[in-house]
């Protein structure tokens, strides 16, 4: 009995080493900031001021009834910094591009966000970094921080 008990708490011990290790992996992998710190790829023939949901991420073009690219740049950047867990990596609205970096609330999976000034508007892009699928959450934080733009 006192072996089946010791096999289980080596078991438990060694989940929670994986578990912990893994956290660390997505938490403290370096940051390659040119290679997420580059212009949007939004589809062509994207209908403008909506959220494009693609498998892995987001698009949005905000057209310029929001206002001059920059001005709506200046204020995505106060929204994206109000949200939580969200920091800029790269860039400034003189630059006319700003990359923003979202971590899931308990993994800490990091997701990029970047908005680019161009003649016809606002360009954004939200892509998750690790695995395939983002289960909608670029498209949802897209979402969001139009939705805020659009009452401020």
Known sequence: ????????????????????VLTLIVRLSP???????VAPVVVEGSPADTV???????????????????????RLDTIALATPRTIRIAG???????????????WGFPDYTTAEMRDD???????????????GVNAARLNAWLAALRGS
């Open 1 to 20: 009995m006192k072996r089946v008990v010791r096999g289980m708490i080596y078991t438990l011990a060694a989940l929670v080493g994986i578990f912990v």
């Open 31 to 37: 940051l390659d900031v040119a290679r997420w710190h």
């Open 52 to 74: 494009v949901a693609q498998r892995g991420g987001a698009t949005l073009l905000l057209s310029s009834a929001m206002g001059t690219p920059e001005a709506v740049l200046a």
């Open 92 to 106: 400034s609205v003189e630059e006319g591009r700003i990359t923003w970096q979202t971590r899931s609330l308990i």
């Open 121 to 135: 508007g606002l360009y954004l892009w939200a892509r998750q970094r690790l695995g395939t699928e983002d289960l």
